[in-house]
């Protein structure tokens, strides 16, 4: 893996930047516009799931910035979460829940990604 030097270039930052925009795009739509308990509650679980990763970027060492990183992932699993709410009510399409989740799965897949990565890399250091 390359250096990075800054959040903006992870994968899995650019990822979850993307699913705060989608979430952000639907929150002001149909019958979730109204729905302000459930409209703000996923908006800040893609919200943290994004800034999760940014701020881990800036720790000092590898394994906070692990522990940033489970965060991140574990608040798009939130996110994924209110999608079956939000299906159940007949919030949006089915189409738009299934293309979310798709979101959800390759932004975890990511970060999960890097976490393995920083892990091996701290085994790497002590062994």
Do not use: P
């Amino acid at each position: 893996m390359s250096k990075v030097n800054r959040f903006e270039d992870l994968k899995c930052w650019q990822a979850s930047r993307k699913l705060v925009t989608e979430i952000y795009g639907i929150a002001e739509t149909g019958k979730l516009l109204k729905d302000f308990d459930t409209k703000s509650q996923i908006k800040r679980a893609a919200l943290s799931s994004m800034s999760n990763i940014a701020e881990g970027f800036g720790k000092f060492s590898n394994k906070d910035f692990i522990r940033y990183l489970d965060i991140a992932q574990s608040s798009a699993l939130e996110v994924k979460s209110i999608l079956y709410v939000l299906s159940d009510m007949n919030y949006l399409m089915t189409e738009k829940i299934d293309e979310l989740h798709r979101l959800i799965d390759d932004m975890r897949n990511l970060t999960l990604g890097l976490i393995k990565y920083l892990r091996n890399k701290e085994t790497q250091k002590t062994s």
